[in-house]
């Protein structure tokens, strides 16, 4: 069964940085275009940037323009999320998803991992 990791998850300090991962063991990976979700507590899941298979991205929350950005590494199957000069409105948990295109909404995604916990907190 395919399965999508996610990984990097931890507690920051505002300011700080992280960087997620999420990996697609068994995917053909470079098919897939790649989601970062989030999901805040009491809040319902919302997309932060997607990267397409040809390597596009685009944003679906503007608050994370400028300080967080996607890549993705078809020869390890992984796919990163680095995020820089963390808010505490970025603590939720991150989850990724695969999918044949990019999305902003949960629906049209065919995969997604357990996801990973971040939390911005002094």
């Known amino acids: 069964q395919l399965q999508l990791v996610e990984s990097g998850g931890d507690l920051v300090q505002p300011g700080g940085s992280l960087r997620l991962s999420c990996a697609g063991p068994?995917?053909?990976?470079?098919?897939?275009?790649i989601g970062w979700f989030r999901q805040a507590p009491g809040k319902g899941r919302e997309g932060v940037l997607c990267?397409?298979?040809?390597?596009?991205?685009?944003y679906y929350a503007d608050s994370v323009k400028g300080r967080f950005t996607i890549s993705r590494d078809n020869v390890n199957n992984t796919v990163y999320l680095q995020m820089n000069s963390l808010k505490p409105e970025a603590t939720a948990v991150y989850y990724c998803?695969?999918?044949?295109?990019?999305?902003?909404?949960?629906?049209?995604?065919?995969?997604w991992g357990q996801g990973t916990q971040v939390t911005v907190s002094s």
């Open positions: 998803a695969a999918g044949p295109y990019c999305s902003g909404y949960v629906r049209p995604w065919d995969y």
């Open positions: 068994g995917f053909t990976w470079d098919y897939y275009a």
């Open positions: 990267i397409s298979s040809s390597g596009g991205s685009t």
